[in-house]
């Protein structure tokens, strides 16, 4: 994954360099469905029906909202991690995509 390639907002960028860093480039993908600048709908190659959507609008600047994504849908945790650290945001991506 290119990140610079991608048309996103920089913190969400910054975010996505640092998960490659951390579980290696051919590890995540992107939905290509989120057109949204400020957004991205994040999942792991091997399973595609667990995934966050990590955004930025709406947020302080530097913070990160995330919406947890399940394969059955009433378990999803939409709209309650919010205003969330660099830090606060990978931890939580590392829990809810690689344990």
Partial sequence: M???AIKKDTPLKLLLLELVHRYGENTLALN???QHYQAIDLCTTNDPTLSAYIY???QSTGRYGIDLRYPISAHNIVGENEDLTL???IEIISTHLFS
Wanted: charged share 25%; glycine share 8%; proline share 0%.
């Fill in 2 to 4: 290119n990140v610079w």
């Fill in 32 to 34: 290509t469905r989120e």
């Fill in 56 to 58: 930025t609008f709406g």
């Fill in 87 to 89: 830090d606060q945001i």
